[in-house]
Protein backbone atom coordinates (compact mmCIF):
# COMPACT_ATOMS: atom_id res chain seq x y z
CA UNK A 1 0.00 0.00 0.00
CA UNK A 2 0.90 3.38 -0.64
CA UNK A 3 0.02 6.83 -0.25
CA UNK A 4 -0.10 9.87 -2.79
CA UNK A 5 -0.49 13.53 -1.27
CA UNK A 6 -1.44 16.47 -3.34
CA UNK A 7 -3.41 18.71 -4.16
CA UNK A 8 -4.76 22.34 -5.85
CA UNK A 9 -6.18 24.53 -2.94
CA UNK A 10 -7.11 22.09 -0.30
CA UNK A 11 -5.06 19.35 0.33
CA UNK A 12 -5.92 15.80 -0.72
CA UNK A 13 -4.69 12.92 0.24
CA UNK A 14 -5.80 9.47 -1.66
CA UNK A 15 -4.67 5.79 -0.53
CA UNK A 16 -4.22 3.15 -3.64
CA UNK A 17 -3.67 -0.47 -2.81
CA UNK A 18 -4.87 -1.83 -5.91
CA UNK A 19 -4.13 -1.90 -9.91
CA UNK A 20 -1.93 0.35 -11.72
CA UNK A 21 -1.87 4.07 -11.48
CA UNK A 22 -3.61 4.53 -14.29
CA UNK A 23 -6.80 2.49 -13.02
CA UNK A 24 -6.73 4.51 -9.95
CA UNK A 25 -6.63 8.38 -11.65
CA UNK A 26 -9.49 6.68 -14.13
CA UNK A 27 -11.23 6.52 -10.76
CA UNK A 28 -10.63 10.09 -10.06
CA UNK A 29 -14.01 12.64 -9.90
CA UNK A 30 -13.67 14.70 -12.56
CA UNK A 31 -13.79 17.63 -10.20
CA UNK A 32 -11.64 16.11 -7.72
CA UNK A 33 -8.65 18.70 -6.36
CA UNK A 34 -5.73 16.01 -8.04
CA UNK A 35 -8.25 15.90 -11.40
CA UNK A 36 -8.59 19.59 -11.95
CA UNK A 37 -4.47 19.64 -11.28
CA UNK A 38 -3.51 16.74 -14.29
CA UNK A 39 -6.07 18.52 -16.90
CA UNK A 40 -3.83 21.82 -15.86
CA UNK A 41 -0.58 20.14 -16.27
CA UNK A 42 -2.03 18.70 -19.26
CA UNK A 43 -2.90 22.57 -21.08
CA UNK A 44 0.50 23.86 -20.10
CA UNK A 45 2.23 20.49 -21.87
CA UNK A 46 0.20 21.36 -25.23
CA UNK A 47 -2.40 24.15 -24.88
CA UNK A 48 0.64 26.59 -23.52
CA UNK A 49 3.41 25.42 -25.63
CA UNK A 50 3.91 28.33 -27.64
CA UNK A 51 2.40 32.08 -27.06
CA UNK A 52 1.57 35.03 -28.71
CA UNK A 53 4.57 36.21 -28.03
CA UNK A 54 6.75 33.21 -29.98
CA UNK A 55 7.71 32.34 -26.18
CA UNK A 56 8.22 27.82 -26.22
CA UNK A 57 7.65 27.30 -22.56
CA UNK A 58 9.22 24.02 -21.14
CA UNK A 59 11.91 24.13 -23.99
CA UNK A 60 14.21 26.41 -22.13
CA UNK A 61 14.19 29.32 -19.48
CA UNK A 62 13.97 33.02 -20.51
CA UNK A 63 15.76 35.99 -19.55
CA UNK A 64 13.94 39.36 -18.85
CA UNK A 65 16.56 42.07 -17.91
CA UNK A 66 15.67 44.44 -15.04
CA UNK A 67 15.80 48.37 -16.17
CA UNK A 68 14.86 50.56 -13.95
CA UNK A 69 14.40 53.90 -14.30
CA UNK A 70 14.11 55.47 -11.37
CA UNK A 71 16.35 57.43 -8.49
CA UNK A 72 15.99 54.83 -5.80
CA UNK A 73 15.33 51.52 -6.83
CA UNK A 74 17.81 49.28 -4.28
CA UNK A 75 20.19 47.81 -6.27
CA UNK A 76 20.60 50.43 -9.17
CA UNK A 77 18.63 53.12 -8.55
CA UNK A 78 19.59 56.18 -10.75
CA UNK A 79 22.33 54.84 -12.64
CA UNK A 80 19.57 54.79 -15.65
CA UNK A 81 17.55 57.89 -14.59
CA UNK A 82 17.96 59.38 -17.77
CA UNK A 83 16.27 57.99 -21.13
CA UNK A 84 19.79 58.26 -23.38
CA UNK A 85 21.73 56.08 -20.48
CA UNK A 86 18.67 54.19 -20.31
CA UNK A 87 17.92 53.24 -23.87
CA UNK A 88 21.41 52.18 -24.37
CA UNK A 89 21.51 49.78 -21.30
CA UNK A 90 18.57 48.27 -22.46
CA UNK A 91 20.05 47.44 -25.49
CA UNK A 92 22.99 46.27 -23.96
CA UNK A 93 20.97 43.63 -22.08
CA UNK A 94 19.22 42.50 -25.04
CA UNK A 95 22.85 42.33 -26.71
CA UNK A 96 24.00 39.70 -23.73
CA UNK A 97 20.92 37.78 -24.34
CA UNK A 98 17.80 39.22 -22.74
CA UNK A 99 14.83 38.01 -24.24
CA UNK A 100 12.56 40.19 -22.22
CA UNK A 101 13.40 43.88 -21.08
CA UNK A 102 11.63 44.93 -17.76
CA UNK A 103 10.90 49.06 -17.65
CA UNK A 104 10.06 50.27 -14.27
CA UNK A 105 9.48 53.77 -13.33
CA UNK A 106 8.58 53.09 -9.72
CA UNK A 107 11.02 51.65 -7.14
CA UNK A 108 9.32 49.04 -5.16
CA UNK A 109 12.13 48.44 -2.97
CA UNK A 110 10.65 48.01 0.89
CA UNK A 111 9.48 51.40 2.08
CA UNK A 112 9.66 53.25 -0.85
CA UNK A 113 7.17 55.59 -1.60
CA UNK A 114 5.46 55.61 -4.61
CA UNK A 115 5.15 58.08 -7.16
CA UNK A 116 2.44 59.90 -8.97
CA UNK A 117 1.69 58.41 -13.01
CA UNK A 118 2.47 61.71 -14.15
CA UNK A 119 5.89 60.71 -12.78
CA UNK A 120 6.13 57.27 -13.83
CA UNK A 121 5.15 57.53 -17.78
CA UNK A 122 7.31 60.81 -18.19
CA UNK A 123 10.26 58.57 -17.33
CA UNK A 124 9.13 54.95 -18.85
CA UNK A 125 7.71 56.08 -22.03
CA UNK A 126 10.66 57.54 -23.92
CA UNK A 127 12.99 54.46 -22.54
CA UNK A 128 9.72 52.13 -24.21
CA UNK A 129 9.76 54.26 -27.63
CA UNK A 130 13.83 53.49 -27.86
CA UNK A 131 13.62 50.26 -27.49
CA UNK A 132 10.70 49.21 -29.68
CA UNK A 133 12.11 47.36 -32.24
CA UNK A 134 15.35 46.19 -30.47
CA UNK A 135 14.97 42.76 -30.42
CA UNK A 136 13.24 41.93 -26.94
CA UNK A 137 9.82 41.71 -25.57
CA UNK A 138 9.31 45.05 -23.59
CA UNK A 139 7.02 44.62 -20.40
CA UNK A 140 5.88 47.61 -18.27
CA UNK A 141 6.42 47.60 -14.68
CA UNK A 142 3.63 49.17 -13.24
CA UNK A 143 0.67 48.81 -10.32
CA UNK A 144 -1.12 52.04 -12.24
CA UNK A 145 -3.64 50.64 -15.21
CA UNK A 146 -2.73 54.20 -16.84
CA UNK A 147 0.92 53.75 -16.90
CA UNK A 148 0.10 50.17 -18.64
CA UNK A 149 -2.42 51.46 -21.16
CA UNK A 150 -0.23 54.59 -22.35
CA UNK A 151 2.99 51.82 -22.15
CA UNK A 152 1.09 49.42 -24.39
CA UNK A 153 0.40 51.93 -26.81
CA UNK A 154 4.27 53.12 -26.94
CA UNK A 155 5.32 49.39 -27.86
CA UNK A 156 5.30 47.43 -24.72
CA UNK A 157 3.08 43.90 -24.37
CA UNK A 158 3.46 42.68 -21.22
CA UNK A 159 2.26 44.17 -18.14
CA UNK A 160 4.28 43.37 -15.10
CA UNK A 161 2.32 44.38 -12.16
CA UNK A 162 3.47 43.60 -8.89
CA UNK A 163 0.06 44.32 -7.11
CA UNK A 164 -0.96 41.43 -8.43
CA UNK A 165 -4.18 42.54 -10.22
CA UNK A 166 -5.90 44.07 -7.44
CA UNK A 167 -6.97 47.21 -9.72
CA UNK A 168 -10.03 46.04 -11.66
CA UNK A 169 -8.84 48.86 -13.85
CA UNK A 170 -5.96 46.83 -14.61
CA UNK A 171 -7.82 44.26 -16.03
CA UNK A 172 -9.93 46.48 -17.87
CA UNK A 173 -6.64 47.62 -19.54
CA UNK A 174 -5.56 43.87 -20.23
CA UNK A 175 -9.24 42.89 -21.87
CA UNK A 176 -8.96 46.18 -23.86
CA UNK A 177 -5.47 45.83 -25.11
CA UNK A 178 -5.24 41.62 -25.35
CA UNK A 179 -2.12 42.38 -23.82
CA UNK A 180 -0.42 39.76 -21.41
CA UNK A 181 0.22 39.83 -17.91
CA UNK A 182 2.31 39.20 -14.95
CA UNK A 183 0.50 38.51 -11.74
CA UNK A 184 2.78 38.80 -8.71
CA UNK A 185 2.08 38.13 -4.66
CA UNK A 186 3.35 41.20 -2.57
CA UNK A 187 2.05 40.86 0.51
CA UNK A 188 0.45 44.66 1.40
CA UNK A 189 2.40 47.47 -0.20
CA UNK A 190 6.23 48.26 -0.78
CA UNK A 191 5.83 50.30 2.49
CA UNK A 192 3.88 47.38 4.47
CA UNK A 193 5.24 44.58 2.99
CA UNK A 194 8.31 43.68 5.09
CA UNK A 195 6.70 44.91 8.38
CA UNK A 196 7.02 41.22 10.41
CA UNK A 197 5.72 39.38 7.33
CA UNK A 198 3.74 36.44 8.89
CA UNK A 199 2.25 33.13 7.42
CA UNK A 200 0.62 30.38 8.47
CA UNK A 201 2.14 28.34 5.29
CA UNK A 202 4.13 30.86 3.01
CA UNK A 203 3.23 28.80 -0.31
CA UNK A 204 0.05 27.67 0.16
CA UNK A 205 -1.38 31.20 0.92
CA UNK A 206 1.04 32.30 -2.24
CA UNK A 207 -0.84 29.95 -4.49
CA UNK A 208 -4.36 30.37 -3.06
CA UNK A 209 -3.45 34.42 -3.50
CA UNK A 210 -2.61 33.49 -7.37
CA UNK A 211 -5.37 31.20 -7.96
CA UNK A 212 -7.84 34.00 -6.93
CA UNK A 213 -6.14 36.81 -8.77
CA UNK A 214 -6.19 34.49 -11.86
CA UNK A 215 -9.78 33.82 -11.55
CA UNK A 216 -10.85 37.49 -11.47
CA UNK A 217 -8.91 38.16 -14.72
CA UNK A 218 -10.91 35.30 -16.32
CA UNK A 219 -13.92 36.27 -14.86
CA UNK A 220 -13.77 39.81 -16.20
CA UNK A 221 -12.74 38.19 -19.73
CA UNK A 222 -8.44 38.02 -20.07
CA UNK A 223 -8.03 34.18 -20.69
CA UNK A 224 -5.43 32.62 -18.90
CA UNK A 225 -3.72 31.87 -21.93
CA UNK A 226 -2.37 35.41 -21.50
CA UNK A 227 -1.37 35.63 -17.53
CA UNK A 228 2.04 34.21 -16.25
CA UNK A 229 2.81 34.02 -12.30
CA UNK A 230 4.94 35.27 -10.00
CA UNK A 231 5.34 34.73 -6.24
CA UNK A 232 6.93 37.68 -5.49
CA UNK A 233 10.17 36.62 -3.90
CA UNK A 234 11.35 39.21 -1.36
CA UNK A 235 8.08 41.18 -1.48
CA UNK A 236 6.89 40.75 2.00
CA UNK A 237 8.20 37.72 2.74
CA UNK A 238 11.42 36.84 5.29
CA UNK A 239 14.47 34.97 4.20
CA UNK A 240 12.98 31.69 5.67
CA UNK A 241 9.77 32.58 3.58
CA UNK A 242 12.16 32.86 0.70
CA UNK A 243 13.30 29.89 0.29
CA UNK A 244 10.71 27.61 1.31
CA UNK A 245 8.69 29.35 -1.80
CA UNK A 246 11.98 28.64 -4.20
CA UNK A 247 11.82 24.99 -2.68
CA UNK A 248 8.34 25.13 -3.56
CA UNK A 249 8.13 26.56 -7.10
CA UNK A 250 7.33 24.01 -8.48
CA UNK A 251 3.31 23.96 -7.14
CA UNK A 252 2.82 27.11 -8.70
CA UNK A 253 2.40 24.85 -12.20
CA UNK A 254 -1.13 24.01 -10.76
CA UNK A 255 -1.98 27.16 -11.48
CA UNK A 256 -1.81 26.43 -15.61
CA UNK A 257 0.88 29.40 -16.35
CA UNK A 258 3.79 30.27 -17.33
CA UNK A 259 6.30 30.63 -13.82
CA UNK A 260 8.71 34.11 -13.47
CA UNK A 261 11.09 34.14 -10.85
CA UNK A 262 12.86 36.80 -9.50
CA UNK A 263 15.93 36.72 -7.18
CA UNK A 264 18.61 39.09 -8.64
CA UNK A 265 20.43 40.98 -6.27
CA UNK A 266 18.32 40.27 -3.26
CA UNK A 267 18.45 40.84 0.18
CA UNK A 268 17.86 37.24 0.66
CA UNK A 269 20.50 36.68 -1.47
CA UNK A 270 23.03 38.89 0.95
CA UNK A 271 21.97 37.46 3.81
CA UNK A 272 22.98 33.84 2.65
CA UNK A 273 26.27 35.00 1.30
CA UNK A 274 27.36 37.59 2.98
CA UNK A 275 27.52 40.40 0.56
CA UNK A 276 25.79 43.61 2.20
CA UNK A 277 25.89 45.63 -1.44
CA UNK A 278 23.54 44.68 -3.69
CA UNK A 279 26.21 45.14 -7.13
CA UNK A 280 28.17 42.06 -5.39
CA UNK A 281 25.27 39.14 -5.37
CA UNK A 282 26.22 38.37 -9.11
CA UNK A 283 27.75 34.88 -8.17
CA UNK A 284 24.88 34.25 -5.47
CA UNK A 285 22.24 35.28 -7.42
CA UNK A 286 23.22 33.35 -10.62
CA UNK A 287 23.34 30.00 -9.16
CA UNK A 288 20.04 30.48 -7.51
CA UNK A 289 18.10 31.46 -11.09
CA UNK A 290 20.22 28.52 -12.45
CA UNK A 291 18.86 25.75 -9.56
CA UNK A 292 15.41 27.56 -9.91
CA UNK A 293 15.44 27.20 -13.69
CA UNK A 294 16.83 23.22 -13.63
CA UNK A 295 14.96 21.76 -10.70
CA UNK A 296 11.61 23.90 -10.45
CA UNK A 297 11.03 24.57 -14.04
CA UNK A 298 11.14 28.23 -14.25
CA UNK A 299 10.29 29.59 -17.42
CA UNK A 300 11.41 32.97 -17.17
CA UNK A 301 14.30 34.67 -14.48
CA UNK A 302 14.69 38.11 -13.99
CA UNK A 303 17.61 39.43 -13.70
CA UNK A 304 20.10 42.54 -13.31
CA UNK A 305 23.48 40.81 -14.69
CA UNK A 306 21.66 38.91 -18.22
CA UNK A 307 25.36 38.27 -19.43
CA UNK A 308 26.24 35.58 -16.24
CA UNK A 309 22.62 34.52 -15.70
CA UNK A 310 22.14 33.24 -19.54
CA UNK A 311 25.95 31.76 -18.78
CA UNK A 312 23.99 29.81 -15.95
CA UNK A 313 20.76 29.11 -17.46
CA UNK A 314 22.44 27.22 -20.32
CA UNK A 315 23.85 24.75 -17.92
CA UNK A 316 20.89 24.60 -16.22
CA UNK A 317 18.46 24.09 -19.74
CA UNK A 318 20.92 21.19 -20.47
CA UNK A 319 20.40 19.37 -16.99
CA UNK A 320 16.60 20.72 -17.28
Do not use: Q
Given at each position: DSNWVGGAGDAAVIKYSEHSIEAWLARLAPQSPIAVALERLEKIAVGLAKSSLG????????????????????????????????????????????????????????????????????????????LKGAGAVISIDTQKAVVAEAALKAGAQVVNDVGGLRDDAMIDVLVRTGATACVMHMLGTPQTMQKDPQYADVGATVLDALETSLRRAEEKGVPRSRLWVDPGI???????????????????????????????????????????????RVIGSTAAAAIIASHRGVDIVRAHDVAQTREALAIADALR
Open positions: FEWGSRTYVMGVLNVTPDSFSDGGKFAEAGAAIAHGKSLIAAGAELIDVGGESTRPGAEGVSAEVELKRVLPVIEGGFGKTLEHNVDLLKRLGDLRLLGCPVVAGVSRKKFIGALTRREVPAD
